[in-house]
């Protein structure tokens, strides 16, 4: 990919990405040695990580979950896509609360003395159908907003670049 600062490739695995900045040549169909440029002291603790994570990748092929911090919005987000699955396939407030919680729990809880876990599965239900009905744009784009944020960070302060 090209953008206003050169040449870069991100490698993903769905969940986690990396960016590789060309800082010099191009990446063709052949192949390519890649080195990694530390410039002083100051600058080289925000680039250790990077580094180990390029390394973790090419040595193990795979991501190293262990180097890349969990995002904090994601298990709501699946939380809502069980919920939204649950509900095509017709399942009453009781059944996710069953699935999300677990039996014994929705069993006691359900027409126990407090209403909370019906109020926090009505909630979810509220949320799963707000994004079905377009709510996921919104979530989608400030994710893209947030990315490119991000990305942009990387590119202009960080300065990790491969060559």
Sequence with gaps: MVDQWG?????????RRIRIDVA???LGHEPVLLVYAIEGSRSA??????????????????????L?????????????????DALADGATHRQIAAALFGEDRAR??????????RSQVRRLVAAARALSLGGYQKL????????????????????????
Excluded: C, M
Aim: overall charge positive; glycine content about 4%; charged content about 25%.
């Design 108 to 117: 006691l809880a359900w027409n126990g003395t407090s209403d909370s876990l």
């Design 7 to 15: 040449e870069y490739v991100v490698l993903s695995d769905g969940l």
């Design 24 to 26: 010099g040549g191009y």
């Design 68 to 84: 890349f911090a969990p995002e904090p919005r994601a298990q709501r987000a699946l939380t809502l896509l069980r919920v939204h």
């Design 140 to 163: 989608l784009d400030l994710q893209a907003r947030k990315v490119s944020v991000s990305t942009d960070e990387a590119s202009s302060s960080d300065q990790n670049h491969w060559s």
């Design 45 to 66: 603790i925000s680039k250790v990580l990077p580094l180990r994570r390029a390394i973790e990748i090419t040595a193990r092929r795979r991501f190293p979950i262990r």
